[in-house]
């Protein structure tokens, strides 16, 4: 193949449907149905390894960025803290210990919500590729009704 000849590049093109054997022999029969199968389970596969690699994708760049925001929030948050002390000391005349303490309480308490937040959210998320068990399913269900 020469580099100006077009690639296919869909994952499920379609298969060429074989013409069945002239003499209608069992074998061809059971030679055509287990070629069908043999296509539609690489078909099947390849839909599956499509889907990982794009939900891999998807989960890399948000922990890529994630990441960043974790580590930018991380430092302004310890010069919020670091300003909200210094506030409550000088302002509001709270002894530096205790401005420590309000200060970490607020924060450990805004901490333990956002760590909530995320494990109900992460126990919704279902990393399993839907989509192609979904197909799958189908496609034995069609399977096992039309040979009975």
Not at 60 to 83: C, D, H, S
Request: some cysteine; overall charge negative; glycine content about 8%.
């Amino acid at each position: 193949m020469t580099d100006t000849e077009p690639r296919a590049t869909t994952l499920l093109s379609s298969p060429i449907p074989t013409p069945p054997p002239a003499n209608g022999t069992v074998t061809g029969l059971v030679s055509g149905i287990l070629d069908d199968a043999q296509t539609l389970v690489r078909q099947q596969i390849e839909m599956l390894k499509a889907e990982v690699r794009e939900d891999f994708k998807r989960s890399k760049q948000a922990a890529e960025f994630g990441g960043l925001g974790i580590v930018m929030l991380t430092v302004g948050m310890l010069g919020l803290v670091t300003a909200l002390a210094y506030v409550l000391h000088e302002d509001y005349q709270f002894s530096m210990w205790a401005s420590w303490g309000i200060t970490g309480m607020l924060f450990t308490v805004l901490g333990g919500a956002c760590a909530t937040t995320s494990y109900l959210m992460l126990e919704r998320f279902n990393p399993l590729p839907d989509k192609t068990f979904n197909a799958l399913q189908e496609n034995i269900s069609w399977k096992t009704s039309t040979n009975s």
